[in-house]
């Protein structure tokens, strides 16, 4: 199994920036696309963004410009970092990997959560 353990969250001003962690443990043969989406109260879960194993990436319209999401693949960790936050980044945000714990398919994994409150 492949176990992601998200970091980083907390309460920040408006205009304040934050870095978000996750690194993947256990038993990881191939890891894939990493990303992180949020839910806010009362909303669905929403892609932030994703990077591919050779490091390509895709960002949410919302967050472009803003927030850029990197990994260190020798350490198994995809990192998020948020500048200029706004009341509305406020979300529970989740890691998400695309991940095969042996030769064979790959599964989607997720992160327990990390809170994000951006708030005066």
């Known amino acids: 199994q492949v176990q992601l353990v998200e970091s980083g969250g907390g309460l920040v001003q408006p205009g304040g920036s934050l870095r978000l962690s996750c690194a993947a443990s256990?038993?990881?043969?191939?890891?894939?696309?990493m990303g992180w989406y949020r839910q806010a109260p009362g909303k669905q879960r929403e892609l932030v963004a994703f990077i591919t194993g050779g490091s390509s990436t895709n960002y949410a319209d919302s967050v472009k410009g803003r927030f850029t999401i990197s990994r260190d693949n020798a350490k198994d960790t995809v990192y998020l970092q948020m500048n200029s936050l706004k009341p509305e980044d406020t979300a529970v945000y989740y890691c998400?990997?695309?991940?095969?714990?042996?030769?064979?398919?790959?599964?989607?994994?997720w992160g327990q959560g990390t809170q994000v409150t951006v708030s005066s």
């Open positions: 256990g038993s990881i043969f191939s890891l894939n696309v």
């Open positions: 998400n990997a695309v991940a095969s714990p042996k030769p064979g398919p790959y599964y989607n994994y």
